[in-house]
């Protein structure tokens, strides 16, 4: 008896011991149902030429957070032509001369527009515009500012068939004449190295026609005002050397003006960007002219060519500060309304270049 009893108890105790959890050990984990993926809505993509509706190309199964930028260059890829019987893109069409637009007569769209935000369906139509042949921004500005700075120079030096041989690499007795040469070269060498180190642009190119027409405005301007600075006869200004002083001030002052707005307007948008901020005023008391206009390089740019015009009291210099004003206004106007369009916050109490006038 006393044997079966213990026999019984050993099994019990070893059924108990087997059908007991384990102290210590972890619960086994149940197997997660796996979430159904979301099945992704590919767009069709259909680009009409913007004049003659004229079929161009047509795009299947373009994911729906593709950019317009992304749509420019499978664009390029699909207009092909053969080169030694192989099919190779149409040089022509490279997306920075493409204007993609969702109406014939509308604006052109950014490249950073995704096509699922845009108001179109998953069969989507464009509208395509040839830009013409571009150029890049930092060309441009490289081209048009070097002429003026050569030019001005070669008048400075009097170089032969500009004036009468016997002033050929004579130098005028007027020390305004020197000054005026120091401050039109410092000018455009500024121009020069904020291209190259400073600007920082939105677009990286523009219509290759306009290099043309910007050279013929900055060269011609340039060699119309040297002419008269450096002639043998120029006379200095009525009042002599306040005048200069004075007019040298307001150069200075504008130009580190312009180039500390410069300087804050560069620090607005993170290298390979293209976010628009609102500007606001920094440290630097120069840019606390922001608090009255929204394009304060611009007026800094006026009041350094009305210094030059006051120093120099020259009839072109004049001309080009007023018909660069009637420009820079039109610049400033419409970079204005942007602003306003863009950012409802915006300071309403900046004007667009001169502070509460215009």
């Known amino acids: ?9 050993g099994k019990k105790s070893s059924n108990a011991g087997l059908g007991a959890p384990v102290s210590g050990a972890a619960p086994a984990k ?15 993509v259909e680009i009409l030429d913007a004049k003659t ?22 664009f390029h890829r699909t207009r092909k032509y053969q080169v030694l019987y192989l099919p190779v893109p149409d040089p022509q069409w490279y997306p920075a001369r493409q204007s993609i637009r969702l109406d014939p007569k509308g604006k052109s769209l950014k490249d950073e527009d995704v096509l699922q935000h845009l108001p179109v369906g998953t069969t989507a139509t464009f509208y395509f515009r040839d830009l013409g042949a571009q150029i890049s921004w930092v060309t441009v500005f490289l081209t048009e500012y070097t002429g003026p700075l050569v030019i001005y120079l070669l008048f400075y030096f009097r170089v032969p068939f500009i004036y009468a041989p016997k002033y050929d690499f004579t130098t005028s007795k007027h020390w305004v004449v020197h000054l005026a040469c120091m401050c039109h070269s410092f000018h455009y060498m500024k121009r020069l190295l904020e291209t190259l180190f400073v600007h920082r642009f939105s677009h990286g190119t523009m219509p290759l026609r306009n290099i043309f027409k910007n050279c013929t405005y900055y060269w011609g301007f340039a060699a119309w005002m040297a ?5 043998p006869l120029y006379t200095p200004p009525i009042y002599g050397e306040q005048q200069i002083r004075l007019a040298l001030i307001l150069f200075l002052f504008c130009q580190i ?41 611009y007026t800094y740019e006026l009041g350094s060519w009305l210094g030059f015009t006051l120093m120099t009291q020259c009839l072109p210099v004049a001309f080009f500060t007023l018909v660069g004003f009637i420009q820079m206004t039109v610049w400033a106007k419409g970079k204005h309304r942007s602003y306003l369009k863009e950012f409802r916050d915006y300071p309403p109490l900046r004007s667009p270049i001169i502070p509460f006038i215009l």
């Open 1 to 9: 008896m006393d044997a079966l009893a213990l026999e019984a108890s």
């Open 227 to 231: 002419y008269y600075i450096n002639h």
């Open 30 to 44: 149940r197997k997660q149902a796996k979430k159904p993926k979301k099945a992704v809505v590919f767009f069709e």
């Open 53 to 74: 509706k004229e079929k161009l190309c047509f795009l299947d199964k373009v994911e729906p957070n593709a950019t317009i930028g992304e749509i420019k260059s499978m």
């Open 257 to 297: 003006g312009n180039f500390s707005i410069h300087i804050a307007l560069r620090n607005l948008r993170p290298p390979g960007s293209k976010t628009r901020k609102i500007p606001y005023p920094t440290k630097n008391p120069f840019t606390w002219i922001f608090l009255l206009v929204s394009c304060p390089n």
